[in-house]
């Protein structure tokens, strides 16, 4: 799939990383709670990056 600019690779790639997030976030929750607790927090840090990203690429 083609991109038509930075801002479609951004949004492509920062939907990669919230979902590689989530997946970790879930797996680690079967044996290491502590660490399932950080992928969550990065997940939301994420959230704001992507915010704070699109209001300067728009």
């Given at each position: 799939m083609g991109r038509l600019d930075?801002?479609?690779?951004?949004?492509?790639n920062i939907e990669r990383t919230k979902e590689s997030l989530r997946?970790?976030?879930e797996f680690f929750k079967l044996f290491?709670?502590?660490?399932s607790a950080?992928?969550?927090?990065l997940r939301f840090k994420v959230y704001e990056i992507e915010k704070k990203a699109l209001?300067?690429?728009?």
């Open positions: 930075y801002s479609d690779i951004f949004s492509a997946v970790l976030e290491d709670k502590g660490s950080r992928f969550t927090k209001s300067h690429l728009i």
